[in-house]
């Protein structure tokens, strides 16, 4: 089956598509392609991203990124050359504007909200379109996130090696794959900050012209303070067992500006942050999978130079690489997981893993709209 998979992330950088065929347990990846926001539609998306806003904001943006997503889909195809017709499913996993799991507060009241209407996608290219993954794992008692550790197990485990699967979006993720892992003995959860933080502060650094530090340039030709990352790494959230999740709640507006009240140079606060997002990720391997040989990097955080550079300094003892190595290109990765995931949903199949998720069951993930086809 050819289904096309469609994910933008909380760096707001852009929209991410891959088209793949399932065959059984065979996942090949036929094309992909991004496309990025522009920076009025990125601000948008910031301004109803857990902030004050009107609902009409959140409906119009709602119905527009469906129309944006079926777009990309359809430009993905004329520029690889592969038929639209020959789509017969999409996954999408939308935009988050607010996500609240339990993160340390374990009596949080769990919710999410992704929007890019399914409608519209369905409707523009006549497919049939799975979508809001995650609520149905926060009805099952679980986090709703992360979702694509059953994707990162089907395609990088090992019988001979530790692995852990690293997503550095806008928040980094684990995904933890022992030798000859068993799908419930896989762990999966957010680390803290991706690029989230980096990103926010070169926004603000060039004054919109530029939105993250091209190949970790900033961070390399300054300072990182170190009571500045050791009053941050003292966060509970970092020792906290999983399953966890973390977002834009925690690392959005008010983090930045509690950054910014430091008053330190803004140069010195982006070294920091490349240090931090380094130090919890490698925090949350060293703590809860301490065997790792080897980290499976994917997502836009793997394109800066520097902040492999500090990871690799974290953690002498893997072997830090990226998806590419396994013919998965590290851009398309989480647009490859929800083609994958819509699969299982179409096939009646569960896509989560309660062990990552802390749900108390697997499910079925997502809701159908169906297209014309």
Same mark, same amino acid.
């Given at each position: 089956?050819?289904?096309?998979?469609?994910?933008?992330?909380?760096?707001?950088?852009?929209?991410?598509?891959?088209?793949?065929?399932?065959?059984?347990?065979?996942?090949?990846?036929?094309?992909?392609?991004?496309?990025?926001?522009?920076?009025?539609?990125?601000?948008?998306?910031?301004?109803?991203?857990?902030?004050?806003?009107?609902?009409?904001?959140?409906?119009?943006?709602?119905?527009?990124?469906?129309?944006?997503?079926?777009?990309?889909?359809?430009?993905?195809?004329?520029?690889?050359?592969?038929?639209?017709?020959?789509?017969?499913?999409?996954?999408?996993?939308?935009?988050?504007?607010?996500?609240?799991?339990?993160?340390? *507060?374990?009596?949080?009241?769990?919710?999410?909200?992704?929007?890019?209407?399914?409608?519209?996608?369905?409707?523009?290219?006549?497919?049939?379109?799975?979508?809001?993954?995650?609520?149905?794992?926060?009805?099952?008692?679980?986090?709703?996130?992360?979702?694509?550790?059953?994707?990162?197990?089907?395609?990088?485990?090992?019988?001979?090696?530790?692995?852990?699967?690293? *997503?550095?979006?806008?928040?980094?993720?684990?995904?933890?794959?022992?030798?000859?892992?068993?799908?419930?003995?896989?762990?999966?959860?957010?680390?803290?900050?991706?690029?989230?933080?980096?990103?926010?502060?070169?926004?603000?650094?060039?004054?919109?012209?530029?939105?993250?530090?091209?190949?970790?340039?900033?961070?390399?030709? *300054?300072?990182?303070?170190?009571?500045?990352?050791?009053?941050?790494?003292?966060?509970?959230?970092?020792?906290?067992?999983?399953?966890?999740?973390?977002?834009?709640?925690?690392?959005?507006?008010?983090?930045?500006?509690?950054?910014?009240?430091?008053?330190?140079?803004?140069?010195?606060?982006?070294?920091?942050?490349?240090?931090?997002?380094?130090?919890?990720?490698?925090?949350?391997?060293?703590?809860?999978?301490?065997?790792?040989?080897?980290?499976?990097?994917?997502?836009?955080?793997?394109?800066?130079?520097?902040?492999?550079?500090?990871?690799?300094?974290?953690?002498?003892?893997?072997?830090?690489?990226?998806?590419?190595?396994?013919?998965?290109?590290?851009?398309?990765?989480?647009?490859?997981?929800?083609?994958?995931?819509?699969?299982?949903?179409?096939?009646?199949?569960?896509? *989560?893993?309660?062990?990552?998720?802390?749900?108390?069951?697997?499910?079925?993930?997502?809701?159908?709209?169906?297209?014309?086809?």
């Amino acid at each position: 089956m050819r289904v096309a998979g469609i994910m933008s992330g909380t760096s707001l950088d852009g929209i991410d598509v891959a088209i793949v065929d399932i065959r059984g347990r065979a996942i090949e990846t036929v094309a992909h392609a991004s496309f990025p926001y522009s920076p009025a539609l990125r601000s948008a998306i910031l301004a109803v991203s857990n902030a004050e806003c009107s609902t009409g904001d959140i409906s119009r943006l709602n119905f527009e990124l469906g129309g944006r997503y079926a777009k990309a889909v359809a430009a993905t195809c004329r520029r690889r050359n592969v038929p639209l017709e020959s789509i017969e499913l999409i996954g999408c996993h939308g935009q988050t504007v607010y996500h609240e799991g339990a993160g340390v *507060n374990r009596n949080a009241k769990r919710n999410t909200l992704q929007i890019g209407e399914a409608s519209v996608i369905a409707e523009q290219l006549g497919i049939p379109v799975v979508s809001d993954f995650r609520p149905r794992d926060i009805a099952a008692g679980g986090q709703g996130a992360p979702l694509v550790p059953l994707v990162d197990y089907l395609l990088f485990r090992s019988a001979t090696k530790f692995r852990v699967a690293l *997503n550095i979006g806008g928040i980094a993720n684990i995904t933890v794959l022992p030798k000859n892992a068993r799908p419930e003995q896989v762990i999966a959860f957010d680390t803290g900050p991706g690029n989230m933080v980096i990103d926010q502060l070169v926004t603000l650094l060039s004054q919109g012209r530029e939105t993250f530090d091209r190949n970790g340039r900033i961070a390399a030709e *300054n300072d990182c303070n170190h009571a500045l990352l050791n009053k941050l790494l003292r966060d509970p959230y970092y020792s906290a067992a999983p399953p966890k999740t973390a977002g834009r709640e925690q690392y959005g507006r008010e983090f930045i500006e509690s950054l910014l009240a430091t008053r330190l140079p803004i140069l010195d606060l982006i070294a920091t942050a490349t240090v931090f997002t380094a130090a919890t990720i490698a925090a949350g391997i060293r703590r809860f999978a301490p065997e790792t040989q080897e980290v499976i990097a994917a997502g836009g955080g793997v394109h800066n130079t520097q902040l492999l550079v500090q990871l690799e300094a974290f953690l002498p003892r893997c072997r830090v690489t990226t998806t590419a190595e396994f013919h998965v290109h590290p851009d398309a990765k989480e647009a490859i997981a929800f083609a994958v995931l819509a699969h299982r949903t179409w096939k009646r199949q569960t896509g *989560n893993l309660p062990s990552a998720t802390g749900a108390r069951h697997a499910v079925v993930l997502g809701k159908v709209t169906f297209g014309t086809k």
